[in-house]
């Protein structure tokens, strides 16, 4: 799968697709790498704000680590003109100190003399039945798509569960600097629902059906 590049990050996939149904969320996931060995912003714009969800929009990412964002399309009343969509998503990196919880409101100003470099991102809509894989369209389609379903949901919880760690580790750092009651539960309850997802995604694992006979 390709994505963009700039100096400090790399972002797969390219191009943001989603399956469009009418009254429906849609969502893609997008993985942005950090290509350099110094703590990395991020911040993610579009040029649709009410139409688009987007959890985190804004992060710090540690030298060579990665980090998924998730871009949810709100649910639509109606389809756009030939399925075509003209959004586009830009999404912005700098080098910073550290990995701090709160960014400075100048970290992405160009004009402050910071070097912002940017990757830019188009949005597709796939018409609810059409796929670009070839599997899908052959003619055993109905367990093809059965073994695609099972490897979405299990890439989903992989990439839930990263993030509820990346988190936690957040909660970490702050639980280190002040203590108290309410705190403390949350951190609790973040620590139980990582496990509850672990034991969850090894249990789908588990019964995932065999991809050996799969030709992606």
């Not at 849609?26 to 990395?40: A, F, G, H, P, R």
């Not at 998924?68 to 649910?75: D, E, G, P």
């Not at 052959?138 to 989903?156: F, I, P, Y």
Request: charged share 25%.
């Amino acid at each position: 799968m390709t994505g963009a590049t700039n100096q400090f990050i790399s972002v797969s996939p390219e191009e943001l697709k989603f399956q469009f149904e009418l009254e429906k969320q849609s969502y893609c996931d997008l993985k942005v790498t950090n290509s350099t060995e110094s703590y990395v912003a991020f911040k993610v714009k579009t040029t649709s704000p009410k139409k688009y969800f987007v959890r985190p929009n804004t992060g710090v990412i540690h030298p060579w680590d990665s980090c998924f964002i998730r871009v949810t399309l709100q649910a639509q009343k109606e389809y756009p003109s030939d399925m075509q969509c003209k959004d586009k998503f830009l999404l912005q990196s700098t080098i910073v100190n550290s990995d701090a919880d709160e960014l400075p409101p100048d970290t992405f100003n160009k004009d402050s003399g910071r070097n912002v470099e940017e990757c830019k991102l188009r949005v597709v809509y796939i018409s609810p039945g059409h796929s670009e894989d070839a599997f899908k369209q052959s003619s055993d389609g109905n367990s093809s798509q059965a073994v695609q379903r099972a490897r979405d949901e299990r890439d989903t919880l992989l990439r839930q569960t990263m993030q509820l760690q990346q988190e936690l580790e957040v909660l970490k750092r702050q639980k280190r600097r002040r203590s108290d009651a309410g705190f403390s539960l949350k951190f609790a309850l973040l620590v139980g629902l990582i496990g509850l997802m672990a034991g969850f995604l090894f249990k789908l694992l588990m019964s995932s059906p065999s991809t050996e006979t799969v030709d992606i």
